[in-house]
């Protein structure tokens, strides 16, 4: 199982980004995926995921603000990011269940700052 999670960077309070993850190694159309963070010295978070049936659930934080969606035809699951705060400063992962085990990707480092 591979993960490979980009799109973040350094962006101004109020702006947008658009995250991605590459999946690779399993049946991506039939796995629920998540986008979790963590930001400097807190405990790592779950944002919001995306059911094989494109069911959706998301963190009350970024309710609102952030959309998670998939592409099973490229293996890409993303996560849009309006509206974005200084609070939402953290590395982004993306995640999946597979066999039992939690599988994770590198992160992607999101600041949010004038």
């Known amino acids: 199982v591979q993960l490979q999670a980009s799109g973040g960077g350094l962006v101004q309070p109020g702006g947008s980004l658009r995250l991605s993850c590459a999946a690779a190694?399993?049946?991506?159309?039939?796995?629920?995926m998540g986008w979790y963070r963590q930001a400097p010295g807190k405990q790592r978070e779950f944002v919001a995921n995306i059911t094989s049936d494109h069911s959706t659930m998301y963190a009350n934080s970024v309710k609102g603000r952030f959309t998670i969606s998939r592409d099973n035809v490229y293996r890409v699951v993303y996560l849009q990011m309006n509206s974005l705060k200084p609070e939402d400063t953290a590395l982004y992962y993306c995640k999946t269940l597979y066999r039992y085990r939690d599988f994770w990707g590198r992160g992607t480092l999101v600041t949010v700052s004038s």
């Open positions: 190694g399993f049946n991506f159309r039939l796995n629920t």
